[in-house]
């Protein structure tokens, strides 16, 4: 068995001649090594097709997540030009303006030309692939208000797989699973890593990363030994398990990536865990996912997590302002070298030419090393630990943000000045983006529900801020520069005035919100995101509602309904 996907099931066999077909007629397409071919597709068997074939007809594969509004899928479209896109039915119309120019595939067609074609593999001579040819462009975000592609090779894939084989080895009675969007470089681990190995994957729906009962329900019944999942999301699934219970008891490996790791959260785990090792990943999309590891085994606890030390064939620097290396315990920006660097940003060659630099330090020619903007200092142990950023890129619950990004969007509106969006930290675990804005005119007036509706047509959720705040004038420090640790934390929103949650029902679910958001109180008019909820948070709403009242709430309900005063579905 290769892949499950809930009622559904793909042996190693029938995958490989269905991906055998796709790939033959995907080259008689035109595809071929540095070709790209984009994906929508919703996680499901389908997907595991696709991906494959477009590997094995020597391409690159770009992921256009279906989650993505409008704008966002057409720049990506526009700017990786694939040479063919492969979706569903329900999907083509999110991409219907932006197909004229490549053809459009149907996995679901069964009278689809490909069904013809040969179930042997491609002859493999016949494509020239290298180890520095693309395997996939990954869009990340951008400082400059577009989002921007990385270009991994097929070399920096594999050294990361052969890495984990050789130091967390895949025995034969394991089962993964895939839970990561495809938008997001973990999931070139989850899909692909089993899969080199003959292990079973279950393909998890994108619904249970919003409901966490029924994630850790499945999680526990295919009874999964390796699981990745960013610090966040990990100690949001340990609320929801009771005081005594083990946690995910088959799990043998837990990957915690995407955000630091709390001392106090890894203890958490390893205190629950039967038998897991908790290992920190330190990485990005640049540098094929990972490029750094610190391993907690069962039974040890620990005062301070740092991001560990590089893995194979892979080369971490810390360097001062001048490039040159610092001592042991001085701080630096980290710099990454070896077999991991991706090629750079897809028809951004300035940016490419400004993050990745020729690497002084190698002795391998043209070998170069990857500018990450993050910074750290060398442990007495040979270990990294992370200090943080030296610039305004930003992790949330695992996305990777560039504020800028976001303020450039704010300023397309005409009646905004200048606008600034950090990452606040009030509650500890808790960040959350918020945005400050001054108008052009002081009388005017922006709603705080216009400016979200404008970003959530342009920007993917994650990216949209939980608080809007107006101000006159930005705080400034006495040499004229932004102030922004003195910008204020945002206040709930009163404008609606309070009125108290009418029936069992609200005043439960208000108890709730005020709870999971740390407010002394919640009217039936708040809205739940302007008072600082977000993606997770509505998450642990959910869990608490159905523990404590047996209610189900889908995260798709929250967001329709966000006033305490609109919970009619419930």
């Not at 899928?73 to 991409?95: C, G, W, Y």
């Not at 074609?117 to 990340?140: G, M, Q, V």
């Amino acid at each position: 068995m290769a892949v499950v996907y809930e009622d559904s099931q793909l042996g190693y066999g029938d995958l490989n001649r269905k991906a055998n077909q796709l790939a033959h007629y995907l080259r008689e397409l035109g595809v071929a090594p540095d070709t790209r071919v984009a994906i929508c597709l919703e996680r499901n068997l389908d997907l595991m097709v696709a991906l494959l074939a477009v590997l094995k007809a020597g391409g690159a594969y770009v992921p256009l997540d279906p989650a993505y509004p409008a704008e966002r899928l057409r720049f990506m479209l526009e700017d990786s030009a694939p040479i063919a896109v492969i979706t569903q039915p329900h999907l083509r119309e999110i991409l219907a303006s932006n197909l004229d120019s490549s053809p459009v595939l149907d996995l679901t067609d069964v009278a689809a030309p490909w069904q013809r074609y040969p179930e042997s593999n491609p002859d493999r001579a016949n494509t020239k692939l290298a180890p520095e040819h693309l395997a996939y462009i990954i869009y990340t975000s951008g400082s400059t208000g577009q989002p921007k592609g990385v270009m991994g090779t097929h070399q920096a894939i594999m050294n990361r797989f052969m890495w984990m084989y050789e130091r967390y080895p895949l025995n034969s009675d394991e089962v993964c699973c895939a839970k990561s969007s495809l938008s997001f470089v973990d999931s070139i681990w989850e899909l692909f890593g089993p899969l080199l190995r003959g292990i079973k994957t279950v393909l998890l729906p994108s619904r249970l990363n919003h409901d966490l009962h029924h994630l850790t329900d499945t999680l526990e019944r295919h009874r999964v030994t390796r699981l990745v999942l960013v610090p966040s999301m990990l100690r949001t699934i340990l609320q929801i398990y009771k005081p005594g219970d083990v946690v995910l008891p088959e799990l043998r490996y837990c990957f915690t990536s995407g955000e630091p790791l709390p001392s106090s959260l890894a203890n958490d785990y390893l205190k629950v865990s039967r038998k897991g090792v908790l290992v920190n990943l330190y990485g990005s999309s640049e540098i094929a996912a990972d490029a750094t590891y610190y391993e907690i085994k069962s039974g040890k606890l620990v005062s301070s997590v740092a991001i560990g030390r590089p893995i194979a064939n892979t080369e971490a620097y810390i360097l001062d302002a001048h490039g040159e290396p610092v001592p042991v315990g001085v701080p630096g920006e980290l710099y990454i070298g070896g077999a991991g660097v991706a090629r750079g940003y897809l028809n951004r060659p300035d940016l490419t030419a400004e993050r990745f630099l020729c690497d002084p330090f190698s002795q391998k020619p043209g070998a170069r090393m990857y500018r990450t903007g993050d910074l750290g200092r060398w442990l007495p142990d040979g270990n990294i630990e992370f200090l943080g950023r030296n610039d305004f890129q930003v992790k949330i619950r695992g996305f990777r943000i560039e504020l800028g990004e976001i303020e450039a969007c704010l300023k397309e509106n005409a009646r905004i000045r200048d606008a600034v969006v950090i990452a606040r930290e009030d509650t500890p675990g808790d960040k959350r983006l918020v945005a400050y804005y001054a108008l052009v005119q002081s009388d005017a007036a922006v709603d705080a529900t216009e400016l979200r509706s404008r970003l959530s047509a342009a920007l993917p959720e994650y990216m949209v801020p939980s608080a809007f705040v107006p101000l006159g004038a930005f705080p400034l420090t006495p040499n004229g520069k932004l102030d922004r640790s003195a910008l204020r934390s945002p206040e709930p929103d009163s404008v609606r005035g309070f009125e108290a949650p009418q029936g069992e029902m609200e005043t439960a679910l208000a108890g709730i919100w005020a709870e999971v958001l740390k407010l002394e109180r919640v009217g039936r008019h708040d809205n739940f995101f302007e008072s600082g909820g977000h993606s997770l948070s509505a998450v642990r709403v959910i869990a608490k509602l159905r523990q404590a009242l047996g209610v189900e709430l889908t995260i798709g309900d929250l967001f329709n309904r966000p006033n305490l005063d609109r919970k009619s579905v419930v």
